[in-house]
């Protein structure tokens, strides 16, 4: 399995709870360690935005997949 495949597998799982709250996410690419995603429905706007994207799906990435440094939300 390729470091995105990973990737998009872990945040498969990830948006599961992110769509009991109305909100979801979509994997737009992984580059220089990077992992580029974009928020959508409820998480649009929501002031736990940052907490969900650092906090949350940030660490989960950064845990299971060493070639990940971090998170960016696209908008």
Known sequence: MTTE???IDILNKTRSYLQQDGGDLT???FEDGIVYIR????CVGCGSVN???YDG????LMAEVPDVIGV???Q
């Not at 799906?57 to 989960?60: A, G, K, L, R, S």
């Open 51 to 53: 907490v969900t994207l």
């Open 27 to 29: 994997f737009v690419k």
């Open 39 to 42: 928020l959508s429905g409820a």
């Open 5 to 7: 495949e990973k990737i």
């Open 72 to 74: 960016e939300q696209i």
């Open 57 to 60: 799906i940030e660490n989960i």
